[in-house]
Each structure stands twice: as C-alpha cells, then as structure tokens.
C-alpha cells in the first residue's frame, strides 16, 4: 500500500474546535477524501496566517501532512469565503444547517464522493448569492437524501405498492414514503400530506435546480413541504444516531464541538 506524506485537497470547513493550546481542529468534507480531520497548528494565534482560511463554510485548497493520527494542514489558499454567509444570523444559521446535516450524516471512513462535494459548495455558493434559501436548502436535501440511499418514494404507495392516484395522501418516515390512504388508516405514526405539497414534492424531486426554480409553490406547501422534510431528516437522524456507525465512532474518541 502506498502512503503519502502530503496530499493537496479541495475542501469545505464544515467545522471547527479548539485543539491543545493554540491549534486547531477543523472537520473538512474533501472533494478527494470525502470526511476528515485535520490540525492547524498555531490557528488560534492572533499572527496566524491559516486562520482565517478555515472559517466554516469556507471552501479552501489545503495541502495536507498525515500526522500519526491526524492530518496536519500545512498550507492554506481559500478559493471561495463565501463572506455573506455571516453577515446575518438567518444566513449563517442556514448555512450552518447545510454543513451540519452533511457532518452528521457523513462518516469519515466513507471516502470521497465528489458529486456530494459539489452539492455542499454549490449549496453555499446559491445562499451566499441571494438565491431563495428556502428553495436552496430543499434542494440540497433532497438531493442529499438520494445520496445517502433514503430518496422517498412518491409514486408508489410504500406499503402496498400500488400507483399513488390523486387524492390526499400519508406519508411514512419509517417506510421512506407515501402511503396510499387504503394502507394508511390502519398504520401507526403517520404523517398526512396534501395532494399540491406531493405534486411539488414529485415535481422537485425530478427536476434540475433551475427546472426547481420555475415551480412556484403556495406558502401552506412550502410550508407543509419544509415541515415534511425536517421531520424525514429528523427521523433518519435518530436512527442514525442508533446505528454501528454512530458507536464507531462514539468508541474512536470523536470528539463534537457545539
Ligand atoms: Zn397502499
């Protein structure tokens, strides 16, 4: 197997703590590597050159040393800061949002995936730009649910497997879906979701985001919309959170900042 003392890499700064006395240790999702850790040595001193290159959210190029444990960064040139993303607290809170999910989803050993690279940068870049945030992180999420494996089914009951017809519909976290309403009077914690919040949801689900963009949804199914993929992300979170993974990494020593 070939080691590599260094590795040039495009990243994002997904996060960052505080690491001894002066370093730092930022959590970066890499174009090549996908996840992972690095230290910058001496970040949290005020002459530091590094610093300011590893803000969250900021898409950078690092040349990177492996260390014993972890990678060391030893050189940093920031491509994109994407600067507006913290100039309010709507913004940045959304934007932290986005990196939060992909943190909490994504697990280091998993290697790189560059199209979901290119889903995060573009993602900030669409915020930091003055698209709609509310059409941006929808986006995102669904395609990051196809990324993930969990892209809800929307055509066909998921129970019964018969075609979805237009009426009022439920929806199941559990199933990963919609339940026709035959199926769904007799199933437990399910969600009701309206005929115009599934065309939509059909709709953004098979578009591109500048198809996405034309569609222009009422504020009861962008709001019955947000509400059902939050829930989604939300049930799909706490499963993972029971998952073997998730104790991997408990057991690796993972340490979260908040
Ligand atoms: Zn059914």
Redesign the pocket.
Known sequence: MTEFRSIRVHAIVLRHADWGEADRLVTLYTREQGKLRAVAKGARKITSRKAGHLEPFTHVKLQLARGRSLFIVTQADTIEAFLSLRETLVMTGTASYVVEVLDRFVYEEEGANPTLFRLLAETLKRLSTGEDPWLAVRYYEMRLLDFLGFRPQLFE?A??G?EIKAEDQFFSFLAGGV??P??GHGLPNLTSISLDALKYLRHFQRSSYAESKRAQPTPDVRDEVERLMQGYFTYLLERELNSPGFLKQVRGGYKSSP
Request: proline letters at 0%.
């Open positions: 009951c129970n019964c018969r339940i026709c035959r199926c």
